[in-house]
């Protein structure tokens, strides 16, 4: 059986700009993996007759499948049409349906129909054509040349509906492919990209299916774990499998599947333990709680923070003493310990954890920028801080450092039976 391999193209000077964001591209190719269709690759080209005709051009050659949205509008700037007649010398006709459609909508809201609204009428003579049920261009499947082009509206509800209920029937058809493809994303913190990959080297070269793809994220480290299977039973055990292959290896840096992410795991954990945390935060200034109250059902172990930027905030709210700030600094071993006890003690959590370092742009108390300290203590007395040297921007600095707090945190929390 022949093995499609299928490209999506957006037309449109605003994906380009960054006014809109490309969620067509990614809700196709979830709809064609689960349909066993590769997708090879996705492009974006502005509203230009020119580049649109030369990414044509190259999909011709490289794919079986082209699947096109936007560009069908009524405005000289969309340009689909033209593009593809260059590239095929097709005819265009007027598609007598689709125009009286047209028509009865500008006659129903009592609106003038200007005569470029006619173009979203236009379809190329042996076409396919399929119905907008809820918008007024219509969409085309054609093949030229033992490749098969398939033109859809941009407008994602229009989009959606024509490929839900007419494409997805017409590429089974033409391909008879009866596999699926099911991925799952497992997430891991406190490992390297480098210890990862070292650790899973035989599974990675050998792989076959599922493939390994292990990939560097913001908020961490991800393995994404593809399958192609003949049902979702098959698929859902071929990624089982390998996923617990995996976590024999590298098990103890493993959060989560899929959307569990770090601060979900941490709230799961705190819950699990019934305990409550509260925060201290100069560097990250409020990051760090904000990240763990975006979880629903937060509100159950996490009492509060206080963002103690001012030295003064530090000595008269949390009560560190002057005599500390003044011979060890605000960053320092120390402060971050005294900040984490005191607010596990004020707000009367079980877990309090502190942030202070130096995001920059200038050194502080001759310490060099990217200096962390983040502490964790309980209300046992127990304590756990470490020292972190960050390297990037300013935001970069902070961000990493809120990571590397969910990953002590998490480290903690294990240690906890």
């Known amino acids: 059986m022949k093995e499609y391999q299928a490209e999506i193209i957006a037309v449109g000077t605003e994906l380009l700009l960054g006014q809109i964001a490309n969620t067509n591209a990614q809700w196709i190719s979830k709809q064609l993996a689960a349909n066993g269709i590769n ?35 009524p405005t000289d700037d969309d340009l689909t049409r033209e593009a593809f007649q260059e590239v095929s010398d097709m005819e265009l006709m007027e598609h007598e349906e689709s125009m009286k459609k047209i028509e009865a909508y500008f006659k129903k809201h009592h609106t ?102 292990p990939l560097a994220q913001s908020d961490g480290l991800i393995i994404r774990l593809t399958v192609k299977a003949d049902s979702e039973r098959q698929a859902s055990h071929l990624l089982k499998e390998c996923k617990n292959k995996i976590l024999t290896r590298v098990g103890k840096f493993y959060v989560g599947t899929d959307y569990e992410t770090i601060e979900k795991k941490a ?21 760090f709680s904000q990240k763990l109250t975006s979880v629903s059902g937060s509100s159950g172990v996490f009492k509060g923070g206080i963002v103690c930027y001012d030295p003064q905030v530090k000595t008269d709210i949390l009560g560190v003493s002057t005599e500390l700030i003044n011979t060890k600094g605000t960053v320092s071993y120390e402060c971050a310990s005294a900040l984490a006890h005191n607010v596990c003690k004020l707000l009367k959590t079980n877990i309090g954890i502190s942030f202070t370092g130096i995001a920059g742009p200038t050194n502080i108390e001759g310490k060099p920028v990217g200096t962390v300290f983040i502490g964790i203590a309980n209300d046992k007395g127990e304590e756990l801080v470490e020292k972190h040297m960050i390297f990037g921007d300013r935001e970069s600095i902070r961000r990493k450092a809120v990571l590397k707090g969910y990953e002590i945190l998490f480290k903690f929390l294990k240690s906890i039976n």
């Open 39 to 73: 997708v090879h690759y996705h492009e974006v080209v502005g509203d230009n007759l020119k580049r649109v005709s030369s990414t044509f051009h190259l999909a011709k050659k490289r794919s079986d499948i082209i699947i096109v949205t936007g560009g069908l509008g």
């Open 112 to 213: 003038e129909m200007t005569d470029n609204n006619k173009k979203q009428a236009r379809v190329f003579k042996g076409s396919t054509v399929i119905e907008n049920k809820v918008g007024m261009a219509p969409g085309m499947i054609i093949t030229h040349e033992g490749k098969v082009w398939i033109f859809l509206p941009g407008v994602p509800n229009e989009m959606k509906s024509m490929f839900t209920n007419e494409i997805i029937p017409y590429l089974y058809k033409i391909t008879g492919q009866k596999q699926l493809i099911q991925s799952m994303v497992l997430r891991f913190i406190g490992i390297g990209e480098a210890k990862l990959e070292h650790e899973l080297q035989d599974m990675i070269k050998e792989q076959s299916n599922p493939t390994i793809a």
């Open 267 to 287: 709230l799961f954990m705190l819950n699990q333990r019934k305990l409550t945390i509260g925060t201290a935060e100069s560097l990250t200034g409020g990051m």
